[in-house]
């Protein structure tokens, strides 16, 4: 399995980002599987911050419910976490994340920068 993120960037506080985990190697985790999105602060621990559970239901961290949602493209085998109302404790690189057979899988990380 492997996880290509990308979408990352730098934008200013109340604006929007969308980011985009293509997954490859194994078409059935994005149909059915556990991914989703973590995301590392300078000086943090990882963080959840929303996930596909493997009943389809859609987990949110507290801080960015109402301003994130994840969706995805089983045609492109492609999960996307569409960000709004961004502000500077947004600012991490976030992490593509997956889990098959026990085994966790993480995309390469794609830096989100919010000025404010």
């Known amino acids: 399995v492997q996880l290509q993120a990308s979408g990352g960037g730098l934008v200013q506080a109340g604006g929007s980002l969308r980011l985009s985990c293509a997954a490859s190697g194994s078409r059935s985790i994005v149909v059915r599987g556990v991914m989703g999105w973590y995301r590392q602060a300078p000086g943090k621990q990882r963080e959840l911050v929303a996930k596909?559970?493997?009943?389809?239901?859609?987990h949110y961290s507290d801080f960015v419910k109402g301003r994130f949602t994840i969706s995805r493209d089983i045609r492109k085998s492609t999960v996307y976490l569409e960000m709004t109302g961004l502000n500077s404790e947004d600012t991490a690189v976030y992490y593509c994340?997956?889990?098959?057979?026990?085994?966790?899988?993480w995309g390469q990380g794609t830096q989100v920068t919010v000025s404010s």
């Open positions: 596909f559970s493997a009943d389809s239901s859609t």
């Open positions: 994340y997956t889990n098959k057979a026990g085994v966790d899988y």
